[in-house]
């Protein structure tokens, strides 16, 4: 069985366990460089705020309505999500990261009822985070995510679903009754990897609910859309084959992340396992044609090792200017490893995760106030042509040869540094949990 | 309903339907021979020393006299750990008025109040419709000396 673990509208939750003053209010986190809606609270959602929505376009709901806007902070974000993952982590053997606010937990060989597991976790993350979390049960990982959305959904509109849904949801212990009649009111664009494009085909085709869907011929739907949407109903119907390297991008992050067979010990080890990451996400994030302005790593020690040290830090470098340049991103990742990096500890797991992305074309003719003079990695315009040719040179080798046959030498990425003041952020909350300066005051 | 804005006295992580949490870190025995009692010796670490939960501490900078008495002055820096559930006699960090104030927790009767180490300051009392949510427990105070 597996469980999809993931935070309640996470930026905008993060922003309220530190200014209790945003609690029940409508708030929404804006991204760092066009002011795009990028995390809506409900309440923010029941004014009709759409994701990714241009702030200029609701601003007006600040006065009218108390709407409230808070500029993206990345690092109080990437912090509170390693407290969460670490949390979460101790409830099942295998745990993936997925993005920055959702990851899978395997339960194979746990007995036990995990309805009460889900709550318990659910109660731990929310008394030691303040963040608030739903739970999905499934027997595979996009059943999982789908009670995930059955539980949220009940939560923030109760009568949707049975009542006892909400917040934790568990697909596998349900009637077969009561699964076909939840499934049946969930529209077919709830499932995990079904976009808009497939949505609209498949309702064309008279598939509207996940019901309709599972009862679909799969030939006829490999044969009009793909092996893609072919595995997702398998999926559906009970049978694993999605694995999450493979699975859909989650919105405005991309990240690479894996634990190691062997428990990592050393700089040199973790460097290359962090710079072979940087490099698939990197890839990835031309292949989208998108720059991203923070790079996030984490590393953490097993907490099942409990006669091992603990340590599962998470460090998020902001870039003075976005980039999709490897050499730039590696630098920054190492960087990052190397300030949190503790000998003496068994590392098994590590991530790099990109964050506040954008479209290539946004950066192009933003003036860089806020470069370090004569910094690294913040390559002159000139520079930044050359360099798209060799990324483009390096990801077709990849593509040819396979992921990981061009890399960089580590030299070269350490004569990268990257820069060290974030874009002006009007906005932004205090980064309390990553900045001593900015910790929280407290009245006494 | 995650939002502790109800109007009655909420725990820290309230989560209706479920019974007050436990963390669930363990501390673990290491047996006679174990290598790690050979191994292991690090230097002492702050960290390990006075942050029990990790994942569940944060830091706080005080302002004002309030709290002297228990040992904690304008300027210091307490530590703030969720994980423990708040009880008599703790100092905790509270909501009130939507802005974080660092008490004495007392209760009494089945009654609650934040109470500030200096006599001239009054107790906080949650009156009935008014919001009082616990957010943590301190359990370490540092000050820094001037040198």
């Known amino acids: ?444 | 309903m995650d939002d502790p804005s109800g109007p009655r006295f909420v725990r820290v992580g309230r989560d209706t339907g479920t019974t007050a949490v436990q963390p669930v870190r363990t501390s673990v025995a290491i047996s006679f021979g174990s290598p790690a009692t050979e191994s292991g010796v690090t230097r002492l670490d702050l960290n390990d020393i006075f942050i029990k939960n990790p994942q569940a501490t944060y830091m706080m900078r005080v302002a004002g006299t309030a709290m002297r008495d228990a040992g904690i002055d304008d300027g210091d820096i307490v530590l703030v750990d969720r994980a423990i559930s708040p009880a008599h006699g703790h100092i905790v960090i509270a909501v009130v008025d939507q802005e974080f104030m660092c008490r004495r927790l007392v209760m009494q009767g089945g009654a609650f109040s934040l109470c500030a180490t200096d006599p001239a300051v009054a107790a906080v009392h949650p009156r009935e419709g008014e919001e009082f949510q616990l957010w943590g427990v301190v359990t370490t105070a540092m000050k820094s000396l001037r040198v």
């Not at chain 1, 990261?97 to 990851?103: L, Q, V």
């Not at chain 1, 808009?196 to 869907?213: C, F, M, Q, S, Y």
């Not at chain 1, 730039?328 to 068994?346: C, D, K, Q, Y």
Request: a neutral charge; one cysteine or more.
């Open chain 1, 1 to 444: 069985m597996f469980a999809l673990v993931d935070v309640n509208n996470m930026y905008v939750s993060c922003e309220r366990v530190f200014k209790p003053s945003l609690i029940g209010r409508p708030v929404v986190v804006l991204s760092s460089n066009d002011g795009a809606c990028i995390a809506r609270s409900n309440e923010a959602k029941d004014l009709g705020v759409k994701m990714a929505q241009p702030w200029f376009e609701v601003r007006h709901l600040e006065r009218t309505a108390g709407l409230i806007a808070q500029s993206a902070n990345f690092e109080l974000y990437g912090d509170m999500s390693s407290r969460m993952m670490a949390l979460a982590a101790e409830y099942a053997p295998r745990q993936e990261i997925y993005s920055i606010d959702e990851c899978f937990l395997d339960f194979e060989g746990v007995r036990g009822d995990l309805v009460d597991t889900g709550r318990h976790l659910r109660a731990t993350v929310l008394q030691c985070t303040g963040l608030p979390t739903s739970v999905g049960f499934g027997p595979t990982k996009t059943l999982a995510k789908l009670a995930n959305h059955v539980a949220k959904t009940e939560d923030r509109k109760p009568g949707t679903y049975p009542a006892h849904v909400a917040r934790v949801c568990n697909f596998g212990n349900m009637s077969a009754r009561e699964l076909d009649d939840i499934l049946g009111r969930t529209a077919v664009n709830s499932v995990w990897g079904v976009g808009p494009k497939t949505t609209a085909r498949l309702n064309e085709g008279n598939i509207r609910t996940v019901r309709d869907l599972i009862n679909a011929d799969v030939a006829t739907l490999r044969r009009q859309f793909n092996v893609l949407l072919e595995k997702t109903v398998l999926e559906l119907r009970g049978t694993s084959c999605v694995e999450v390297d493979d699975a859909p991008a989650p919105n405005q992050q991309i990240m690479a992340s894996r634990s190691f067979g062997e428990p990592a010990t050393d700089l040199t080890a973790l460097s290359e396992i962090v710079s072979g990451f940087t490099t698939r996400v990197a890839a990835k994030l031309r292949a989208q044609h998108s720059l991203a302005a923070a790079v996030r790593v984490f590393i953490t020690t097993s907490p099942h090792r409990r006669q091992d040290a603990q340590h599962s830090p998470s460090v998020t470098m902001p870039l003075a200017r976005p980039t999709s340049d490897t050499r730039a991103l590696t630098a920054a990742a190492l960087r990052a490893l190397e300030g949190m990096f503790r000998p003496g500890h068994n590392y098994v797991k590590a991530g790099v995760m990109l964050m506040d992305l954008r479209d290539e074309g946004q950066a192009q003719g933003e003036l860089d106030l806020f470069a370090e003079p004569g910094g690294p990695s913040e390559p002159a315009t000139g520079a930044e042509a050359t360099n798209a040719r060799l990324m483009g040179a390096v990801d077709a080798l990849n593509l040819r040869f396979g992921l990981g046959s061009v890399g960089l030498a580590s030299g070269l990425q350490r004569e990268q540094g990257a820069g060290r003041h974030a874009a002006r952020q009007e906005r932004r909350s205090p980064r309390y949990t990553t900045r001593l300066q900015e910790i929280a005051t407290v009245k006494a």
